[in-house]
């Protein structure tokens, strides 16, 4: 079974400073990993996937992730967050036909400005 | 990609009633899957909903209780049966995009916002 703990419920931050979210999976399978964001009263976007090759992926509105097989790690990355970045993030591990997500805990980015 | 809709957004219903939700995808998709997010808490995986196949369900739901029907690949719906205030959360649908048996995207709806009172 697979599972996903996600470090910070919340992170607070200034507008143009950098953020990393952090997450952490465990599995016994190969698994493809993912990132979703919530804004307020909203469903979930798909920001960016893990599914294989280069362990640096990008995704949408300048975010990126970096697969660490070795720490179990699929932390989340931006160099320079806006106040429109203000949500709640979630990591997803699937199953190996991608279904099935599990998601973590979920993690609160606040900007400020 | 898919856009998905759902319906109603939201509703207040009295307990030991049903509420039946609705799901519509833009395009046609194999696989539709139903989550559950109870206030303040991360997405739970309900069932998987197949097209013309009993939808399979995940620890701890009973189709008694969340019965789902897939009439066909652009539609689901799903009842949450005999209310009770525990079962007020946001229920969203979401729909697999992929080849075959591998299905690496999934879209999500807007959620159903549920208050059992």
């Known amino acids: 079974a697979q599972s996903v703990t996600q470090l910070d419920s919340q992170v607070p931050v200034f507008e143009e400073a950098p953020v990393e979210l952090r997450c952490n999976y465990s599995?016994?399978?190969?698994?493809?990993l993912f990132w979703y964001v919530q804004y307020p009263n909203q469903g979930l976007q798909l920001l960016l996937k893990?599914?294989?090759?280069?362990?640096l992926v990008k995704g949408i509105n300048g975010f990126e992730a970096e697969f660490n097989k070795s720490q179990t790690s699929f932390h989340l990355r931006k160099p320079s967050v806006h106040i429109s970045d203000t949500a709640e993030y979630f990591c997803a591990v699937s199953d190996q036909y991608g279904n099935k997500l599990v998601f973590g805990a979920g993690t609160i980015l606040r900007v400020k400005s | 990609s898919a856009v998905i809709s759902q319906k109603p957004s939201r509703d207040i219903c009295q307990r030991g009633t049903s509420l039946t939700i609705q799901c519509q995808v833009d395009?046609?998709?194999?696989?539709m899957f139903w989550y559950r997010q109870q206030p303040g808490q991360s997405l739970t995986l309900i069932a998987t909903a197949n097209q013309g196949s009993e939808a399979t369900y995940e620890s701890g739901f009973v189709i008694d209780k969340f019965p789902i029907s897939r009439p066909n690949l652009t539609f689901s719906t799903l009842t949450v049966s005999n209310m009770s205030p525990e079962d007020s959360s946001i229920y969203l649908c979401s729909a697999a995009l992929g080849s075959g048996r591998m299905n690496f995207e999934q879209y999500f709806g807007p959620g159903t916002r549920l208050t059992v009172t």
């Open positions: 893990y599914l294989s090759g280069s362990t």
């Open positions: 395009s046609q998709v194999t696989m």
């Open positions: 599995s016994s399978v190969s698994v493809y």
